[in-house]
């Protein structure tokens, strides 16, 4: 619980620089295609998922 806490401060003094790590492309039953895109800090390796 108090690591939770340390990191989330530390991701919010951060000047994040990230990286992209994955891009994902999804494909539901109708057809329709979605790419979700994966980045990582390099300094603090706060990660965080866009969808677009």
């Not at 329709?32 to 969808?51: A, I, L």
Request: charged share 25%.
């Amino acid at each position: 619980m108090l690591r939770t806490i340390c990191n989330y401060f530390r991701q919010c003094a951060c000047n994040h620089d990230f990286e992209t790590l994955a891009i994902v492309k999804v494909t539901d039953e109708v057809g329709s295609t979605s790419y979700h895109r994966t980045y990582r800090c390099k300094k603090c390796g706060f990660v965080q998922r866009v969808k677009l």
